[in-house]
């Protein structure tokens, strides 16, 4: 099947494409974390680059050996295979905070996590309530769910005093 995603990693938004497999419809893969895998050239806006060697790192061990085009440069090849094999996001959410100048204070993800990982790590940030004060970047939860990547807060929240 013909897959055509839009490459995010700069401004120039490449158009990418390349025919993608499942299992049981043409040249299943075995042995692979995700059962997807790529079949032809990604295309796009003219990249020349071939790749005659096997692709790794992205969870499927499939090889691309036939002239790459599209992306506009290396990095939108890279993104397509993640995309395919791996697709990962990061999150913005918030957390209650306790004795502090506002009720909730604002966290993000430090790296991108697998889709599917995402609700989970929704439960881990909504079951936290965090005692102010609290500086901006303060790790809450240090490689949330063992996935590589810290909650960090993005808002420093001062304790509110009893004078206030
Ligand atoms: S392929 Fe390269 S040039 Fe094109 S959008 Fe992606 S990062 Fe930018």
Redesign the pocket.
């Known amino acids: 099947m013909r897959k055509t995603i839009t490459?995010?990693?700069?401004?120039?938004?490449?158009l990418?494409s390349a025919d993608v497999s499942e299992p049981g419809t043409d040249a299943p893969v075995t042995g692979a974390e995700n059962p997807r895998s790529i079949d032809s050239p990604v295309t796009?806006?003219g990249?020349p680059r071939v790749i005659d060697s096997p692709v790794t790192g992205a969870g499927c061990p499939r090889v691309i050996d036939s002239p790459v085009t599209g992306?506009?440069?290396?990095?939108?090849?890279a993104?397509f295979i993640q995309e395919i094999t791996d697709p990962r996001r990061t999150l913005t959410s918030s957390v209650l905070v306790k004795g502090g100048e506002l009720p909730l204070c604002s966290v993000r993800l430090t790296d991108p996590v697998p889709i599917a990982r995402i609700p989970d790590v929704m439960k881990e940030i909504r079951k936290m309530k965090v005692e102010a004060p609290l500086e901006s970047g303060t790790v809450l939860i240090r490689d949330v769910l063992g996935l590589g990547s810290d909650v960090i807060t993005t808002k420093t929240i001062r304790r509110i005093t009893a004078a206030q």
Request: aromatic share 4%; hydrophobic share 20%.
């Open positions: 490459c995010i990693i700069c401004p120039n938004g490449c990418l796009g806006t990249c992306a506009g440069c290396p990095r939108g090849e993104y």
